[in-house]
């Protein structure tokens, strides 16, 4: 999966061609971790991911950390300003990742 995470712009699309589409590549990249990874792996792969997510949009290495119950996500999320371009953006990416954390965290 480095490699493709590597890749550029145009060898992601030619590939996502060749498996039937963006849905198909994604499907069959999920597939690809679920069969030949192990769970700690896979949890490494998310945790990279939200971390970077949410980095992304705003948040400090602070408040990733906190986030460690539903009731801190929860208490994030309801304390943003969604009226400020920061906070809409932060908003929003808490929104994309929710069901990631919350499997994440029960992993």
């Given at each position: 999966m480095a490699g493709l995470a590597a890749s550029g712009e145009g060898a992601v699309l030619a590939v996502s061609?060749?498996?039937?589409?963006?849905?198909?590549?994604?499907?069959?990249?999920?597939?690809?971790?679920?069969?030949?990874?192990?769970?700690?792996?896979?949890?490494?792969?998310?945790a990279a991911s939200l971390t970077k997510s949410l980095e992304k949009a705003g948040f400090s290495q602070a408040?990733?950390?906190?986030?460690?119950?539903?009731?801190?996500?929860?208490?994030?999320?309801?304390?943003?300003?969604?009226?400020?371009e920061q906070g809409a953006e932060q908003f929003a990416a808490l929104l994309t990742?929710?069901?990631?954390?919350?499997?994440?965290k029960h992993t």
């Open positions: 061609n060749l498996v039937g589409g963006i849905d198909q590549l994604i499907a069959k990249a999920q597939g690809f971790m679920a069969n030949y990874y192990t769970e700690q792996e896979q949890a490494g792969v998310l408040q990733i950390a906190a986030l460690q119950t539903r009731a801190d996500f929860r208490t994030l999320l309801e304390s943003i300003d969604i009226n400020t990742v929710q069901q990631q954390l919350q499997t994440f």
